[in-house]
Each structure stands twice: as structure tokens, then as C-alpha cells.
């Protein structure tokens, strides 16, 4: 693993975030890529989508995104990201005790 980064996986949840805690000023580099999901049988496979595209956040910013997506993390090449990391198990549901909200709930927690 170079400094700083994090080879493409999926995660084992169904929603994950990352928060990063010090300033974007403090590195270079860094960022999350999500490389597209795509069939690279299909005749233009290797044009018809980018491989990969990369997110960068400012320092309390919050990036949620499906776990289940392939993800990774840039290469800091200067200084130190520091990230904190989440991941949210659970059910994903109709929270049927709050139907005029229109929230659901995710192992506890509601997302509205």
C-alpha cells in the first residue's frame, strides 16, 4: 500500500462515510475514487464511462456513499489525511411509526 492509499474493494455494509478531520491544506493528494460499475465485455466498455471518478472533501464534510460500490483512496503525496471512517449496517426500511415523515430507518438511526 502506498502512503495515503487504499486500493479499490467494497465494503462489508451497505452505506459507508468518511469524515475528513484536518484541513485539505495539511496534504496533497487524497480523495476517494469510485470506479463505474460497468460490463467490460460490452463493445465500449473501455469509452463508454470514465474508470474512475474522485471525490475530494473540505475538513468536517461528510461522504456517504453505498458500500457496496468499489471505492479507494488517492495517494497523499505531502503531509497527512486524516479521515474518520463509518460504517452503517442494517436493515433499510419504511419507518412504519413516522409514515408522514417519510424516514426510514437504518439499523437505529433515521434517514429522512
Known amino acids: 500500500m502506498r502512503a495515503g492509499a487504499l486500493e479499490a474493494h467494497r465494503d462489508g455494509s451497505p452505506i459507508s462515510f468518511n469524515v475528513l478531520l484536518n484541513s485539505a491544506d495539511d496534504f496533497d493528494g487524497g480523495g476517494t475514487f469510485f470506479e463505474e460499475d460497468r460490463d467490460d465485455d460490452a463493445p465500449d466498455a473501455q469509452t463508454a464511462?470514465?474508470?474512475?471518478?474522485?471525490?475530494r472533501i473540505a475538513r468536517g464534510d461528510?461522504?456517504?456513499?453505498?458500500?457496496?460500490?468499489?471505492?479507494?483512496g488517492v495517494p497523499v503525496t505531502r503531509g497527512e489525511r486524516f479521515l474518520l471512517v463509518g460504517f452503517i449496517d442494517g436493515?433499510?426500511?419504511?419507518?412504519?411509526?413516522?409514515?408522514?415523515?417519510?424516514?426510514?430507518s437504518i439499523g437505529g438511526c433515521t434517514a429522512l
Not at 49 to 55: A, D, Q
Not at 62 to 72: D, I, P
Not at 97 to 103: H, I, L, N, T
Open 91 to 104: 436493515d433499510l426500511r419504511p419507518d412504519d411509526d413516522e409514515p408522514e415523515r417519510g424516514g426510514a
Open 49 to 55: 464511462l470514465p474508470p474512475r471518478t474522485v471525490r
Open 62 to 72: 461528510c461522504l456517504v456513499h453505498s458500500g457496496k460500490q468499489r471505492h479507494g
